[in-house]
């Protein structure tokens, strides 16, 4: 199998009247990965995917599909396939004709068509349901058909657009699997736009995180977790607590940073941001929850953190631990339940510890709303 | 509970009311079409007949009119449906800013008078015809042509609320999958919208069908030499009515009520068929094994069709047998016999009076000289003469009138049914004769 049809976007800028909804995207989707927008809703990534796959006209830019520029080039002309959000499958054509109504386009006959539903129908693991309509089939089914109806085209870029959202958790995360493998076996470029970030990790090759139009980072989601480019990206992936501060001083790839209200802390300044923060810039740190460790009671020194605990509370496979933060805000601690004993600290102080490395120093910036 | 039952007592006493005033129109009408008077009326109940729907299909203008109005509801369907859902596509991909404007705009001949349509359809495709030099008998005044672009002026509107009501409920999302899939603008419209629209276009389709079919006021400008349905029964009635009528009306009737009973059925059906789809296994769809609820279970109205269809086949077999001829002869005779008795009567009561004016006479002669004999001329004192003298129907009664004394002469001149009515000396009353 051939390694796939990239897609370029080349300084893609998309305005509706004053606002803009895209600015200045630049991403390059290799063939055969599977890629995906990730942010929150009104950022953009909806807009992008409308732009590939044709609906829309980018502003300034171009869209290239494994190399061509497709300015001036229609839905029905692009080698795209989208699965739209609601799936948008046709209510009063069976499951087969569904399927198989981009060969019908082609003027295939029912026969051809008939087969190769079947064929698709048993990679989606709905043998035998063609003849039902899609409002006789269950969510998860539904979505399945969509995937197959798209497939069918013989896309070389399939577009999903958060095709999960509408089904409940269990499904959703069943689905992730499945579409995975389905990319996987395909082997074509899939481009997925989603606002959950646990999809957008378990799925994806590569990840780019959309603030308000803007593309923060584009990176594998190891990179996104551990090391976010922005305050936004490092507050959006993933549960993190977020000290604000300035920094004191430079050491290498790390900082310190004099924290509002713990003190200074020792940081390790993230990839991207190496080099571009000077001493006495506002600066953010962020450490996951999961990073921190207990320490001795009044133990001091640039990687300790000591304050309240307003609550506590136990979900299983760890104890969370609820201090008093910044601004109001609290800060999250997990403890992983290895089985060990643990004593209730509500009310009072306790100290914590983390390494260097697990804390990111990034330049202040928006945080990702609650 | 007693109050409660009271509620009830008095929703269905004012469903009672409310129906009977909604159906019972048409149920006297559909009486009349099978009773034997020649004008249309219920009671008296005469003889079961159904001379009037042979009537009906001898009468020409009638049929002609039926035929006239078929074929301009068929192009008023074709044309109002299509301008109807070109409307409502336009409302639903028009900016929305113009979006208000342009739904009043568009619905604005709906408000309009039909009458109004009408005259300005006329005088407007006149002049087009005018401008380009065509005459009287082109085509644009052409009554077919005039009639069925003046109607569609409002029913197309008509037409656009329904595809719109279906319209809002369509995704559009479903256009653009189709693009996306490789379809054309052509092909998204013919084989995903189109489908989606079929049964708003039904229905949009049977309404403006029965709109044109019913009117009148915009017809009656531009039909031509077309007449509609319509225009000859408002012309036919001017004559006065007959219950041949009431016959076309019972068959409209009978129709409506054969095509809401079939609709009826059908949704019925799919709606059990929908069900029993939903409730079947996965082996059973699959194996074709799945059991279709039988057509008449639990469906009311396909049983209501079929007793329909059952008394309309009866009906009709009735009225190819049955001779009402005897019936009416029947009638015929109880009704001579009826006016034979009443004529009797009416000379009885006469001779009576006569009798018992003629003993008043002898009284007031008695008293009386000759000339004052003013009150013997009885009613023919007053302006109608003797017209409304019973004695004045018989004509030749007055040669056995009692009432020969000085005033005899006039009274014997006039000698007709109209007594002394046109006689220029009972205008003056009979008092001056006696002078």
């Not at chain 1, 129908?121 to 003849?131: H, K, N, R, S, V």
């Not at chain 2, 009138?401 to 003056?428: H, I, K, M």
Request: charged content about 20%.
């Amino acid at each position: 199998m051939s390694a796939g049809v990239g897609v370029d976007l080349e300084n893609l800028w998309i305005r509706f009247g004053d606002f803009v909804a895209v600015r200045d995207a630049n991403v390059k989707i290799n063939g055969g990965d599977f890629f995906s927008f990730l942010g929150p809703s009104g950022c953009g990534k909806t807009t992008i995917l409308r732009a590939v796959s044709g609906f829309l006209e980018p502003s300034e830019g171009n869209v290239l599909i494994g190399g061509n520029n497709m300015r001036g080039i229609g839905p029905n002309k692009r080698p795209t396939a989208l699965i739209f959000q609601n799936l948008a499958l046709f209510p009063l054509m069976k499951v087969w004709e569904n399927i198989t109504f981009s060969m019908e386009i082609k003027g295939a006959s029912a026969k051809e068509r008939r087969k190769r539903a079947d064929e698709l129908l048993d990679m989606i693991a709905l043998p035998g349901q063609g003849d039902k309509l899609p409002s006789e089939l269950s969510g998860g089914q539904r979505q399945r058909v969509a995937i197959a109806r798209a497939l069918c085209a013989e896309p070389d870029v399939l577009l999903l657009d958060e095709p999960l959202s509408a089904l409940d958790l269990k499904l959703r995360q069943h689905m992730r699997t499945e579409l995975r493998e389905i990319q996987q076996r395909v082997g074509i470029t899939f481009i997925y736009i989603t606002h959950d970030q646990g999809e957008a990790l378990t799925m994806s090759d590569n990840i780019a995180v959309m603030k308000a139009g803007v593309i923060d980072q584009i990176a594998d989601g190891k990179t996104i977790y551990n090391d976010p480019a922005t305050a936004f990206a490092a507050s959006f992936v993933g549960e993190n607590n977020v000290f604000r501060g300035k920094v004191k001083r430079i050491m290498g790839d790390e900082a310190l940073i004099s924290t509002n209200r713990s003190g200074d802390l020792v940081a390790r300044i993230s990839s991207a941001n190496q080099g571009k923060m000077a001493e006495g810039d506002d600066a953010m740190m962020f450490i996951r929850p999961e990073a921190f460790a207990l320490a001795p009671n009044g133990a001091t020194g640039d990687h300790f953190i000591t304050a309240r605990v307003n609550h506590e509370e136990f979900e299983g496979n760890v104890f969370n631990i609820f201090m008093e933060g910044e601004g109001g805000k609290e800060l999250k601690v997990s403890i992983p339940n290895l089985g060990q004993s643990f004593e209730d600290h509500t009310g009072q102080n306790i100290t914590l510890e983390y390494e260097t490395q697990n804390a990111v120093a990034v330049p202040a910036g928006e945080l990702a709303a609650e | 509970m007693k109050s409660f039952s009271f509620l009830r007592l008095s929703v269905w006493f004012y469903l009672a009311i409310f129906f009977a005033y909604l159906l019972g129109p048409l149920v006297i009408m559909s009486v009349t079409a099978f009773n034997s008077p020649e004008f249309p009326r219920a009671s008296p109940w005469e003889c079961l007949t159904f001379e009037w729907f042979s009537a009906l299909f001898q009468d020409e203008r009638i049929l002609n009119g039926i035929w006239n109005s078929i074929l301009v509801g068929a192009g008023t369907v074709v044309l109002s449906v299509a301008m109807g859902l070109a409307g409502a596509l336009m409302l639903t991909q028009i900016w929305p800013k113009l979006r208000a404007t342009y739904y009043t705009i568009i619905i604005a001949p709906i408000l309009i008078p039909g009458v109004v349509l009408g005259i300005s359809t006329l005088v407007f495709w006149d002049r087009i015809n005018r401008m380009l030099g065509l005459g009287v008998d082109s085509f644009l005044s052409n009554g077919l042509f005039l009639t069925i672009i003046g109607q569609s002026t409002f029913i197309a509107s008509y037409c656009m609320l329904v595809l719109v009501a279906r319209l809002q409920r369509y995704d559009i999302a479903l256009t653009e999958a189709a693009l996306d899939l490789g379809a054309t603008h052509t092909q998204a419209f013919r084989k995903v919208l189109l489908p989606f629209m079929k049964p708003a276009i039904a229905s949009a389709a049977v309404l403006a069908f029965l709109a044109s079919f019913e009117n009148y006021n915009t017809t009656t400008f531009t039909f031509g030499e077309y007449p509609t349905l319509t225009i000859e029964l408002a012309q036919k009635v001017r004559y006065g009515i007959t219950p041949a009528i009431s016959a076309l009306a019972f068959i409209i009737v009978v129709l409506t009520v054969f095509a809401a009973l079939a609709n009826e059925a059908n949704i019925r059906r799919k709606e059990l068929v929908a069900a029993a789809r939903k409730d079947a296994t996965v082996e059973e769809l699959e194996s074709g094994r799945m059991r279709l609820p039988n057509f008449f279970s639990s469906n009311w109205a396909a049983v209501g069709l079929v007793v329909l269809a059952c008394l309309t086949v009866a009906t009709v077999g009735t009225a190819t047998v049955y001779s009402p001829q005897q019936c009416i002869a029947d009638i015929r005779e109880q009704k001579r016999l009826e006016t034979e008795q009443r004529i009797q009567e009416l000379r009885q009561r006469r001779a009576e009076e006569a009798a018992r004016r003629a003993a008043e006479e002898a009284e007031s002669g008695a008293d009386s000289t000759g000339g004052q004999s003013k009150p013997a001329a009885g009613g023919n004192s007053s302006g109608f003469g003797g017209a409304f003298a019973p004695s004045a129907l018989g004509g030749d009664s007055s040669t056995d009138d009692p009432d020969t004394g000085a005033d005899a002469a006039p009274e014997q001149d006039s000698g007709s049914g109209f007594g002394g009515a046109f006689d220029p000396n009972a205008l003056s009353g009979g008092g001056d004769d006696g002078n």
